[in-house]
Nanobody, 119 residues
Framework: QVQLVESGGGLVQSGDSVKLSCLISGRSANSLIVSWFRRAPGKGREFIGRIGGSGTSDYNDDLRREGRFAISRDNAKSTVYLQVNDLRPEDTAKYYC???????????WGQGTQVTVSS
């Protein structure tokens, strides 16, 4: 059974950076495509981006243009990361990782980690 556990969230200041982690267990990490999502208060789920087993990533077009989000992975540590730079209050959300062996599918989800950005 694949399990995903996010960590690294918390209360941060505007302009700070945060690096969230998604620890994968139950399956070889490099066999999974891992995506990051977020859900802000009162809003729907937003796709941030994803990374394949070999490290190729792609992002939500709008967020890619901002240039503040970066997804990486360390398969030796069974961990996928989401770095968010120059945090803004509108980045306040619960951040989730999701995984599957197929692109665009999300069979496995973590419990999420809350990021709260104060102005």
């Amino acid at each position: 059974q694949v399990q995903l556990v996010e960590s690294g969230g918390g209360l941060v200041q505007s302009g700070d950076s945060v690096k969230l982690s998604c620890l994968i267990s139950g399956r070889s990490a490099n066999s999974l495509i891992v995506s990051w999502f977020r859900r802000a208060p009162g809003k729907g789920r937003e796709f941030i981006g994803r990374i394949g087993g070999s490290g190729t990533s792609d992002y939500n077009d709008d967020l890619r243009r901002e240039g503040r989000f970066a997804i990486s992975r360390d398969n030796a540590k069974s961990t996928v990361y989401l770095q968010v730079n120059d945090l803004r209050p509108e980045d306040t959300a619960k951040y989730y990782c999701a995984a599957d062996i197929y692109a665009g599918a999300y069979s496995y989800w973590g419990q999420g980690t809350q990021v709260t950005v104060s102005s």
